[in-house]
């Protein structure tokens, strides 16, 4: 019991993805201008990374492994991840229109999200089973929507400021996500996780 | 012709560098740049990645249909990732341990795939060979750079080697994360500046907010 505590506490807040791993940074900076959008992808790459976890524990452990394919990891990842991500939006269009227009513009974009090909190599990488891969998947995505929003409610206020020419754009966003970062990492070592 | 082939080159370099002018491939740069070397390390390996999977995308571009050029771009670019990886895990382990888990996230880094559907797929080889060193040997700038202020400021040491006594008294938080986003943000506030300033344009007490970042995009 107690790991599946430690993967949920750790995902969301300690090793948060995009703010102590720095995965998933592109959508981070480019959708979180307000916090609807970043909602939005937020609930998109929640759904993905865990549907993403499952089925690349799957191929990895029943397909690559037993045929010693593993240097073949990055490849068949990213094609699952592009597949995956291609099917989910047919089925979401097709099946549940309103889920569609919520959802449906972030889903190509998630292909290109490092979080999700991060999350599958990195299940493997601390030999998850399969339970455990897709806690870590649902709940690092919790702690992605959870950054991206705090970030958004933060770029809502800075428009609103008159903030020196030279920062404006992305050097303020980064520099309010430094802070939000520095909030996190007062996290670290909780658990004696690290 | 000749300095068109140069403008290509130099393009990357400069005038949309990818990391302070185009804003791509934002993770390794944050995640890998807590020491020079690591920063030099990932560089090269994007611009092998880059140029080669530029020069496979020019030859095939007539080969692939449109429809599926996404996933062909992304099996090329995957292809080399791996091939990098291959190479280092066996000749530098120490750096392929470095690196971790963003060597194979190369594969997802939006330059590769931004100069493969922007310039690669309509543009003959030479200048495709051209554009991915250029925008290769921007990244890996940047990347130094960045790593090279944060490894002075948070470990008091240039590409490994201490700097006197200034381990004693370095700020440990320019090499948390926290101080990656801050470097990072300010060093692009300073790159904008200077932009503004080699094009003497005066800053404008402005009240539009947005102007610069449509700008930049």
Do not use: H
């Amino acid at each position: 019991m107690n790991i599946y505590f430690v993967i949920i506490i750790g995902s969301v807040f300690v090793n948060n993805f995009v703010l102590s791993q720095f995965l998933g940074i592109c959508p981070f900076l480019g959708v979180s201008k307000k916090t609807n959008t970043a909602l939005g992808m937020g609930f998109a790459v929640i759904f993905v990374m865990s549907i993403a976890s499952v089925f690349t524990y799957l191929v990895n452990n029943y397909v690559l492994v037993p045929l010693e394919l593993e240097y073949m990891k990055t490849i068949a990842f990213i094609l699952i991840i592009a597949a995956l991500v291609q099917s989910v939006e047919i089925v979401i269009k097709k099946f549940s229109p309103s889920l569609y227009s919520a959802l449906g513009v972030y889903l190509p974009l998630i292909t290109t999200n490092c979080a999700v090909l991060g999350v599958a190599l990195l299940n493997i990488e601390k030999s998850y089973n399969l339970v455990q891969s897709f806690l870590n998947g649902v709940f690092a995505g919790v702690g992605f929507t959870l950054a991206i929003v705090l970030l958004a409610g933060v770029r809502e206020r800075i428009v609103a400021k008159n903030v020196p020419e030279p920062f404006r754009g992305f050097p303020i966003t980064l520099i309010a996500a430094a802070l939000i970062s520095m909030a996190f990492s007062a996290f670290s070592g909780m658990f004696g996780i690290v | 012709m000749k300095s068109n082939r140069l403008n290509t080159l130099t393009n990357g370099i400069v005038k949309s560098n990818p990391t302070f002018r185009l804003v791509l491939g934002t993770c390794p740069t944050l995640a890998v740049t807590t020491q020079a070397l690591n920063g030099l390390a990932m560089g090269a390996a994007v611009t092998f990645v880059l140029l080669c999977s530029n020069v496979m995308i020019s030859l095939l571009k007539k080969v692939i249909p449109d429809r599926v050029r996404i996933p062909a771009f992304v099996v090329i670019i995957a292809t080399f990732v791996t091939i990098v990886q291959m190479v280092m895990k066996k000749f530098l382990p120490s750096l392929y341990d470095a690196l971790g888990v963003f060597l194979p996230l190369i594969v997802v880094n939006c330059i590769i795939l931004a100069r493969a559907e922007a310039f690669a797929s309509c543009n003959p080889v030479l200048d495709s060979a051209l554009d991915g060193l250029g925008m290769g040997f921007g990244f890996t700038l940047s990347l130094t750079f960045i790593g090279i202020v944060r490894e002075i400021l948070g470990a008091g040491s240039f590409f490994g080697l201490p700097i006197g006594s200034l381990g004693n008294i370095s700020m440990t938080i320019f090499i948390l994360p926290a101080g990656g986003f801050l470097v990072y943000g300010t060093l692009m506030a300073l790159v904008n500046y200077l932009t503004a300033l080699a094009e003497n344009r005066k800053y404008a007490p402005s009240s539009k907010k947005k102007g610069k970042k449509e700008a930049k995009a």
